[in-house]
Every structure is written in C-alpha cells, then in structure tokens.
C-alpha cells in the first residue's frame, strides 16, 4: 500500500466520523509530496519523518501539529495491519509559548483604514471598499477571517442587523447582533457590491473579489500585509510575529472587556455573553482576555 492512497482512505475514514480533516489532510499530503507519494507505508523510516517535521526553521508549535496528524494516521495503519509500528519520535521537543495576539490602538485602526485606497489600487485582487468592510466587520463584530469570507448574501440581514455564521469552528453556527454603525457600513457596501459587480448572483459570498470572484484567505492576508506596512503599523514589544488581521478579532474583545470596566459593569458576568458571541467553545477561551 502506498501512502499516497492510504491517505486517502485515512481521511475519508475521519471524515465518516463526523470531522472535516482539512488541516489533516492538508499536512498529510504535504508528508506524501515529502516522502514521494508512490512510497510503500512499510519502507517510511523515522529519519524520513523527522526531516518532515523539522523541517529548515526553528521549532515552532507546527512541528507538534504535523506530529500529531502523522501519530493518528500511523495509528491507523498499524490497526489495519499495513504497518507493524509507526516510524514516530518518542521524544517531542518542548511546546513554544503561545503567540502574543497584538491589540491594535483605535489610533491604529485609524490610520489601517485612512491606508486602503493607497494600496488597494488595481492590479490588486482587493478592492479599497471591500478590504474596508472586511476590516470594519472583523473589528466590529469579532469574527474569524473565514467567518468573514464565507458570508453568503443570504447571511447578510441588514434589515434585521444580524449576520448568520453557518457550520463554523466546531461546528457550530450562531446568530451575531452588530451595531448600527456597523450596519450602515454593510449597507454602503452592498450598494457599491451591486453596481460594482451586477453579475455575482445572490448566492454567492458577500465580499468579493476584484473580478465578482470569492476571495481566498491567501490574497487576503497579502492585502493586509501591504496595508499593515503603508499604514505603518508594527510590534515593538519584541513578539516574534507582526501584527496580523486575526487580531482584529482579539482587539474587538479586549476593547469591548476594557468598555465595559470604564462603564462599571459586571465584567465577570458579561464575560458569558461575550464568549457566545465570539463562537468560543470553552469560557475559557474568552477567560483570557480577562
């Protein structure tokens, strides 16, 4: 047996059991174009999967992420019989500490949107009123990039100020309130959205592209990178990665924790309500930002 197929019969086994297996299958694959997809499962040796999950950089917690797919396939196949034992370290290096989210000032957040139009301009596949609203949504509602990349216009209720998140992060989906600001600045964007690109059908994501087309997380993250730069924006705390749009996200929660603190509110209580509404699975989760 290859391990090429035996990734895949690996994957669809998971996938049976309720798990989407992306990043999974996503590492698995990337250890099939390592090792040589046409590889026999029994001839993968220890120093093949070491040289696979310590790659060219330094240790960084990925290397625990590609183990841990590796184990549980390994696993598999030796339950099935196609290996006797599976070609894992047995000793793991210890886990980096976490990554520090950056929390952006509001004088930040200022200058990032003042930035679009200088760096948005064609041929770049984001336009300046579609990475507005994007960065507008991320830090006015808390949500995850993907979140904001699959909103289909369906999920968009502006008469109602609520967005739908569908078949999220553990697969859950919740309904998410957003303020009358917020509101309005969708509403500007659908109206440019309609005449810009009268083609996108009703089905299609809420944000699109320069061409109607969905966007992908790779151009979005590119386009922010650019903005980041222009605007000027950058860590000074010695933390190993520049700030990223993800933390917008955590920006939106410790803003609104530090809102509630000035207005004398029963922040240990509202924690709960923020932890919902950010789509966290644990209060613990949310707890961090305490």
């Not at 894992?88 to 930040?108: D, G």
């Not at 992908?216 to 903005?227: C, T």
Request: charged share 25%.
């Amino acid at each position: 047996m290859n391990i090429n197929d035996l990734v895949t019969q690996y994957v669809a086994f998971r996938r049976t059991l309720g798990e989407r297996c992306k990043t999974n299958e996503y590492l698995l694959r990337s250890f099939c174009r390592a090792v040589g997809p046409r590889m026999a499962i029994t001839r993968i040796r220890l120093k093949d999967v070491m040289a696979f999950l310590n790659g060219t950089g330094p240790i960084t917690r990925a290397w625990h992420g590609k183990y841990f797919a590796l184990k549980g396939f390994f696993r598999f196949a030796v339950c099935r019989g196609d290996l006797r034992k599976a070609p894992l370290p047995t000793e793991l290096p210890k886990k980096p500490p976490l990554l520090v989210p950056y929390i952006y000032s509001r004088e930040e957040i200022r200058r990032l949107l003042q930035a679009i139009p200088a760096t948005q301009r064609a041929p770049a596949l984001m336009e300046p009123a579609t990475m507005r609203a994007i960065m507008l949504v991320m830090y006015g509602a808390g949500l995850r990039r993907g979140e904001v990349l699959s909103l289909s216009k369906t999920d968009v209720d502006l008469a109602n100020s609520i967005l739908t998140i569908r078949n999220t992060k553990f697969f859950k989906s919740r309904l998410v309130p957003i303020s009358r600001d917020l509101t309005k600045a969708l509403r500007e964007y659908a109206a440019w959205r309609k005449e810009a690109h009268p083609e996108a059908a009703v089905e299609d994501t809420f944000f699109v592209g320069r061409h109607g087309e969905a966007i992908h997380r790779w151009s979005l993250d590119n386009a922010f990178k650019r903005l980041r730069e222009h605007a000027g924006v950058r860590r000074s705390d010695g933390g190993r990665f520049q700030p990223r749009m993800h933390d917008l996200r955590h920006t939106f929660a410790v803003h609104r924790l530090t809102e509630w603190y000035r207005q004398g509110a029963d922040v240990q209580r509202l924690v709960h309500h923020l932890s919902v509404y950010l789509g966290h699975a644990h209060l613990s989760d949310t707890q961090v930002y305490l």
